[in-house]
């Protein structure tokens, strides 16, 4: 099983600022299949990513991915107030499909 | 509007069962993957199940095997989920989701969750 860990657990930033999501694999992710979302809380998770950066539909350009192997990363710009949330990467190279606990981003 | 609706949550004493179900509209329910995935209070995501388009092939992580059964209903664009021998960890949000475009993909719709809570 591949685990993912996320970092930090929390991040602090003020709207405006950029926000910079780390995830790492235990072993390399098939194909870059890595995924990222956001979830708020009393609700269900949105795709942002795929492809490891790949923007899913609707999603604004400030959200974007990088990555590949172990380490990948969800950059957010120019922060907006609705985007202070949780955000999980997921993989779907390797069965069992596995997420990480997950990246706090909070306002400062 | 591409929907995804659960049904059948509650409350249930360890060991019992209960049945969940989704139902899809907005799109072509027959031609996707379709999975559950469940968060425990105050936890990540995890994967639990994923079926087939036809209901042929069925997959699930290994803490729910032999427990829990995937299945689904294409004239009635509906997704199940029985759940049998539940466990106090098994108390979760269950997320019916479409798996984007393979087996084991990502998911882009979500529907809204169904709370299970196991508890004596």
């Known amino acids: 099983e591949i685990v993912l860990t996320q970092s930090p657990g929390t991040l602090s930033l003020s709207p405006g600022e950029r926000a910079t999501l780390s995830c790492r694999a235990s072993?390399?992710?098939?194909?870059?299949?890595l995924g990222w979302y956001q979830q708020k809380p009393g609700q269900a998770p949105r795709l942002l990513i795929f492809g490891a950066s790949r923007r899913a539909t609707g999603i604004p350009d400030r959200f974007s991915g990088r990555g590949s192997g172990t380490d990948f990363t969800l950059t957010i710009d120019r922060l907006e107030p609705e985007d202070f949330a949780v955000y999980y990467c997921?993989?779907?190279?390797?069965?069992?499909?596995?997420f990480g606990q997950g990246t706090r981003l909070e306002i400062k | 509007e591409v929907q995804l609706v659960e049904s059948g949550g509650g409350l249930v004493q360890p060991g019992g069962s209960l049945r969940l179900s989704c139902a899809a509209s907005g799109f072509t329910f027959s031609t996707y993957y379709m999975s559950w995935v469940r968060q425990a209070p105050g936890k990540g995501l995890e994967w639990v199940a994923t079926i087939k388009q036809d209901g042929s092939e069925n997959y699930y992580v290994d803490s729910v095997k032999g427990r829990f059964t995937i299945s689904r209903d294409n004239a009635k664009n509906s997704l199940y989920m029985q759940m049998s021998v539940l466990r106090v960890e098994d108390t979760a949000v269950y997320y019916c989701?479409?798996?984007?475009?393979?087996?084991?993909?990502?998911?882009?719709?979500w529907g809204q969750g169904a709370m299970v809570t196991v508890s004596p």
């Open positions: 997921q993989q779907h190279g390797s069965s069992p499909i596995t």
């Open positions: 989701a479409r798996s984007q475009y393979l087996r084991f993909d990502v998911f882009d719709i």
């Open positions: 072993q390399s992710v098939t194909s870059n299949y």
